[in-house]
T-cell receptor, first 113, second 112 residues
Framework: NAGVTQTPKFQVLKTGQSMTLQCAQD?????MYWYRQDPGMGLRLIYYSASEGTTDKGEVPNGYNVSRLNKREFSLRLESAAPSQTSVYFCASTGQAFSYEQYFGPGTRLTVT | LAKTTQPISMDSYEGQEVNITCSHN???????ITWYQQFPSQGPRFIIQGYKTKVTNEVASLFIPADRKSSTLSLPRVSLSDTAVYYCLVGGFSGNTGKLIFGQGTTLQVKP
C-alpha cells in the first residue's frame, strides 16, 4: 500500500514549456486535490476533484488544468510554465467527501527559469 | 471558511509539553478544527480533529473551549523529531468537499 505517489520528484522547466504532474492513490479514495506551497507559506489549493468525473477550481487555478483520469489518478498540467509557478506541488486524497483527514504525497519540486 | 491565527514560531526543549494555540473568532456552527504536521521536504500529515471539548489520540490532545473561538494543540513530552510546522485549519462540511485552507502555520523547534 503505497498511499499517494507523485511523479516526478523534481523538474526544471524553461518559461513557456509545458508539463504534466502525475498523482496516483491506491486507497480507493473518492476525492483528490492539488496544492502548491511556496517558500515559507502554507499550502494553497489549486484544483480538486470531489469524485471521479468531476473537477473544480480552488484558490489559485490560473495557469493550470487538471484531469481526473480515473478513480486512482489525478493529473495537473501546466500549459505554458511561468517563473511564478516555481513551487512545491502536493497531491492529496481523502476517502470521504466531507473528511478533513487528507493523505498527502511526497511532493514535486518544480523550478521554472 | 474561518480565518485562523497562530504564532509564527515556538521553541521548546526535549521532554517538555508544548501547547500551540490557534484563534478562530469567526468559526461557524458546523466547522471542525483540524491540525496538521509538516516536516521539511514532506507533505502535511493529519494529527487530530475535533469539534468541541477535548479530543485525544496517540499523538496529541486538542482542547476546544465552549465558545470554540480558539483551540490548543497539546504535544506531550516532545522530542527532537517533533520539530516541524504545525497548521491549524477550520472548515465546515456544508456544501464543500473537505477543502482545506492552510495558513502560515507554527514552526516548532525542539532543542536538546
Amino acid at each position: 500500500n503505497a498511499g499517494v505517489t507523485q511523479t516526478p520528484k523534481f523538474q526544471v522547466l524553461k518559461t513557456g514549456q509545458s508539463m504534466t504532474l502525475q498523482c496516483a492513490q491506491d486507497m480507493n479514495h473518492n476525492s483528490m486535490y492539488w496544492y502548491r506551497q511556496d517558500p515559507g507559506m502554507g499550502l494553497r489549493l489549486i484544483y480538486y476533484s470531489a469524485s471521479e468525473g468531476t473537477t473544480d477550481k480552488g484558490e489559485v487555478p490560473n495557469g493550470y488544468n487538471v484531469s481526473r483520469l480515473n478513480k486512482r489518478e489525478f493529473s495537473l498540467r501546466l500549459e505554458s510554465a511561468a517563473p511564478s509557478q516555481t513551487s512545491v506541488y502536493f497531491c492529496a486524497s481523502t476517502g470521504q467527501a466531507f473528511s478533513y483527514e487528507q493523505y498527502f504525497g511526497p511532493g514535486t519540486r518544480l523550478t521554472v527559469t | 471558511l474561518a480565518k485562523t491565527t497562530q504564532p509564527i514560531s515556538m521553541d521548546s526543549y526535549e521532554g517538555q509539553e508544548v501547547n500551540i494555540t490557534c484563534s478562530h473568532n469567526n468559526i461557524a456552527t458546523n466547522d471542525y478544527i483540524t491540525w496538521y504536521q509538516q516536516f521539511p521536504s514532506q507533505g502535511p500529515r493529519f494529527i487530530i480533529q475535533g469539534y468541541k471539548t477535548k479530543v485525544t489520540n496517540e499523538v496529541a490532545s486538542l482542547f476546544i473551549p465552549a465558545d470554540r473561538k480558539s483551540s490548543t494543540l497539546s504535544l506531550p513530552r516532545v522530542s527532537l523529531s517533533d520539530t516541524a510546522v504545525y497548521y491549524c485549519l477550520v472548515g465546515g462540511f456544508s456544501g464543500n468537499t473537505g477543502k482545506l485552507i492552510f495558513g502560515q502555520g507554527t514552526t516548532l523547534q525542539v532543542k536538546p
